[in-house]
């Protein structure tokens, strides 16, 4: 399938409307048959481009018109991330959770400052498409999964070199950051060997090495410090986290009772 793009000097232009071909790749990794993608997508549909973010060419800041853009809080955890290959190379999509009623999006070209003017689509591929007992989108290749709750699973794809948790109640898969993990995992093993606590690249090497409680107990740790399920979710009550915004949607029409 061939696609257009108009980008290039027209992005140094804000607010402006988000072009078809950047909607198009948003939507790629916003699966309408999950609530919690669906719910992203639907507050997206009334967004525009305010500026450009932090990271450069391709890094849209989303908002209602009119706002001020929010520059100074850290950029927020990916909640969706696929790439498209195209003839003119991989584009890498991520969308990162909605915060201050903004989303942060990321569509990157490895190849390139920009998106091309045009491209052909050969393969697309996305973590947002991902259930238990499935194996990675990416590499078709096998995970790990480990059960923090009954409704959340902590997915490690080696393959992959990448840290996922699956949430059943939205139907998301939200990306977990290796380095902060790792750390955690280290001091759940209480290994202060630096060659092997300081090495996280060493984390899919020596995962078979890691029992099913010392990662579940890693990823507690991390959950107190960067909330992703709630304490009371994490204690085996069926109830999922909610934040501002578009998670208000989660709180009003996903909860269990």
């Excluded at 790749?25 to 999950?34: A, F, T, Y």
């Amino acid at each position: 399938m061939k696609h257009q793009a108009n980008t290039g000097t027209s992005n140094g232009h804000y607010p402006r409307n988000l072009q078809p071909v950047e909607r198009l790749l948003i939507e790629s990794v916003l699966p309408v048959d999950r609530p919690g993608y669906r719910a992203y997508r639907e507050s997206i549909a009334d967004m525009v481009v305010l500026a450009q973010g932090v990271r450069g060419n391709g890094h849209l800041v989303l908002g209602r018109s009119g706002s001020k853009v929010d520059v100074g809080s850290p950029l927020s955890g990916v909640i969706a991330h696929g790439a498209v290959e195209t003839d003119r190379g991989e584009i890498v999509i991520a969308v990162r959770e909605e915060t201050e009623k903004q989303v942060n999006v990321e569509l990157m070209m490895r190849s390139a400052d920009e998106l091309p003017v045009s491209f052909h689509e050969l393969r697309r591929w996305t973590y947002s498409s991902w259930l238990p007992g499935e194996p990675s989108p990416q590499s078709t290749a096998p995970v790990r999964e480990v059960m923090i709750t009954h409704d959340c699973t902590l997915v490690l794809a080696p393959a992959d070199k990448r840290i996922w948790l699956y949430d059943s109640v939205s139907g998301m898969n939200r990306l977990v950051p290796i380095t902060t993990l790792y750390g955690e995992l280290m001091a759940v093993e209480k290994i202060r060997d630096p060659e092997i606590s300081l090495r996280p690249g060493r984390f899919f090497e020596d995962l078979a090495n890691y029992s099913e409680e010392s990662l579940r107990r890693a990823f507690q740790l991390y959950n107190t410090i960067h909330p992703m399920i709630s304490e009371a979710l994490q204690a085996g009550v069926l109830r999922p986290a909610h934040k501002r915004g578009i998670f208000a949607f989660l709180k009003s029409g996903l909860r269990h009772e």
